[in-house]
């Protein structure tokens, strides 16, 4: 059971975001109040005081991490050390560890805190030693969040990052038949993703046009090489608008009746950990350049990127 209490408030500005240390480093309330004070939520508010950690709330967003998604069935780059790890990758492993276990705080300031997580060994969960970080800022521009993930082994390790956030999706117009708005962004690949939520290999992805905002036609999709730019309305008047680096992937997820959207930047694709990204298994760990390919973190080596979160008034043809 995870606990959201005790929260860090952060406040700048029109600006409001509550973090929960306790309950894996999750935002649990980020808001924007108009010169009106009207107050618009970018993230759906977590409410919950507590929380099954295999069972979250769909509100709030939170880390991913030392994988993101589901991990694939096969082995990474061993079946000795697959099977340490987790076989099969049941539903409670979806999205890594670091949701599912309390941070420690490092600083906290009125607009700003740092949280650290320390992975050792033995461990029944993950079997190589690591270090992750999240750094929480509020300024003029919204609410950045700066995340890391360090392999302190002395050995090759699988890992990914990505960043989990569940926005309000406000219906366009009257007329829309109560439909949620349509996330914008701009992606080079519509990646297939099979049944068990693994991208399938390059020859099968979808070349997308430049300019034109992707239609979500299932209810989770992967793009490939995203603008690292997106927005989605979350009321009548405000739209969160979301820019990022560090992250090459979006996963997106909109349930037909739930009322929000994730739309979560990944630095590997879905099933791609520790494998070549052509859908091919790594057996042998000179394969991967310095860990360039398929997520695989040398000794010593850090992925890092961040995500940022605005509000801006909706436009009319939004």
Not at 161 to 189: K, N, V
Not at 247 to 273: M, Q
Request: with cysteine; charged share 15%; aromatic share 8%.
């Amino acid at each position: 059971m995870l606990l959201v209490t005790p929260r860090l408030q952060l406040r700048h500005g029109p600006y409001e975001a509550d973090i929960s240390p306790g309950a894996g480093a999750r935002v649990t309330r980020l808001c924007w109040r108009s010169g009106a004070g009207r107050v618009s939520h970018l993230l759906v508010p977590l409410h919950a005081l507590s929380f099954d950690e295999q069972a979250w709330p769909k509100a709030g967003a939170f880390p991913m991490l030392p994988y993101t998604n589901r991990l694939p069935n096969s082995g990474i780059f061993s079946q000795a050390c697959w099977a340490a790890v987790a076989p099969g990758s049941p539903p409670g492993r979806q999205h890594g560890l670091g949701h599912r276990l309390a941070w420690q705080v490092d600083a906290h300031s009125q607009s700003s805190a740092q949280l650290s997580y320390r992975h050792t060994l033995p461990s029944p969960d993950w079997p190589w030693c690591f270090d992750a970080r999240i750094t929480f800022a509020l300024t003029d521009e919204g609410l950045t969040v700066t995340s890391s993930l360090s392999n302190r082994g002395d050995e090759p390790m699988p890992g990914a990052i990505g960043w989990h956030p569940y926005h309000p999706c406000h219906p366009l117009h009257p007329q829309s038949d109560g439909q949620p708005a349509t996330p914008r962004f701009e992606a080079a690949h519509q990646v297939p993703m099979n049944a068990a939520g693994a991208c399938l290999p390059r020859p099968a992805w979808t070349p997308l046009q430049a300019g034109v905002t992707q239609a979500l036609t299932q209810e989770t999709s992967a793009f490939e090489a995203w603008a690292q730019q997106a927005s989605v309305q979350v009321d009548e008047a405000v739209q969160a608008c979301i820019s990022a680096q560090g992250w090459d992937h979006l996963v997106v997820h909109r349930p037909p009746a739930g009322g929000y959207v994730c739309l979560e930047p990944v630095s590997v694709l879905p099933g791609e950990i520790g494998q070549t990204g052509q859908g091919g298994q790594i057996d042998q760990v000179d394969q991967v350049d310095q860990g360039s390919q398929g997520g695989l973190l040398q000794p010593g080596q850090t992925v890092s990127a961040y995500w940022r979160c605005a509000a801006q008034p909706a436009s009319a043809d939004t």
